[in-house]
Structure formats: structure tokens, C-alpha cells
């Protein structure tokens, strides 16, 4: 079955987005996948929400990297993991209060850097490796349209960011 849900993601500053941009882009092209705009998921909602009183409350977010991982699942395949403030811990209790929250999964604040299987040596690449020597920051909040579940490059290549909320 189809879901069609409202993903909030929280989109790295410019100079950020340019680093992580250029390592996803090199992954994408490497699979023969569309790349994606990097993004932390703050959560999810059934239908779409004013966000900008959780936008302002992420005023300042700057995330320390904790490390590279990866699952078997298209999702979560190689993604850089971050340690979470207590801003940001807020920012997503709050949101999971809200109506029609699909906070199902637990909070793992983490940037994909692809989806599907990893090309072969992707972690030990140099520019991977090179996004955990310095924290990432985040300056907007997005609303953008995804339908569930997420398990082809075809619905990533759908994915477009809709109203954003500066913070």
C-alpha cells in the first residue's frame, strides 16, 4: 500500500549543501541514481503543517558528525550520523505531538549520502571521510511530498521541496 505523507527536512546551509552536494551527486552518478538535496529528516506528518514556530526554534542548528553507518535498507544505506542537541531533540518531540505525526521510527539524526546499495569503497572514500572533520549546519525547514514506502530511485527522482521556513 501507497501513503502519500508530508516529510519536513531540515536543509544545510549553503556552504554545507555545496560539500555534502558534491559527494552525493559523485555517489548518484556512480549507481546510476538521481541525486537528492541533503537533508535531515525532522519527521513526518500526514498532511501539510505551518512549521514555522518549529522552524524558529532550530535558530542556530550546527550538528557534530558521530560517524559514518549504514543499513541494508534503501533508506538508510550510507549516511553520516550526527549527535543530537537539545534543540533539536525539542524541535522533534514537538513536531511528534502534532496531529497525524508519523513519528513511528525512533529519532537517528543522520544525512543520506545515498539510497540503495553504496558503490564499493564508497565509506573509506576521502571526500566521504572529509564530511567528519566538521560540524554541519542547517538554516531552513522544508515541507516536501513523499510517498511511502521509499524503496526505488524512480520516487527519489519525484522528490521536490515545497514551502520552506527559515530559521
Partial sequence: ????????????????????????????AAQGAPPFEPHLTLGSLAAAADMSGIAESLSGLSLDPAGLDGTEAFMTSLFVRFNATQGLLAAREKMAQMPASHAGR?????????????????????DVQALLASPVRFDRLAAVLVTLPVSAHAQVAQWRIGQVWPF
Fill in 106 to 126: 525512533t529519532f537517528d539524526p543522520h544525512v543520506s549520502l545515498c539510497y540503495g546499495r553504496p558503490p564499493p569503497g564508497s565509506r573509506s572514500r576521502e
Fill in 1 to 28: 500500500m501507497r501513503d502519500e505523507i508530508v516529510s519536513y527536512w531540515c536543509l544545510t546551509c549553503a556552504a554545507d549543501s555545496v560539500r555534502l552536494s558534491a559527494v552525493i551527486r559523485q555517489l548518484a
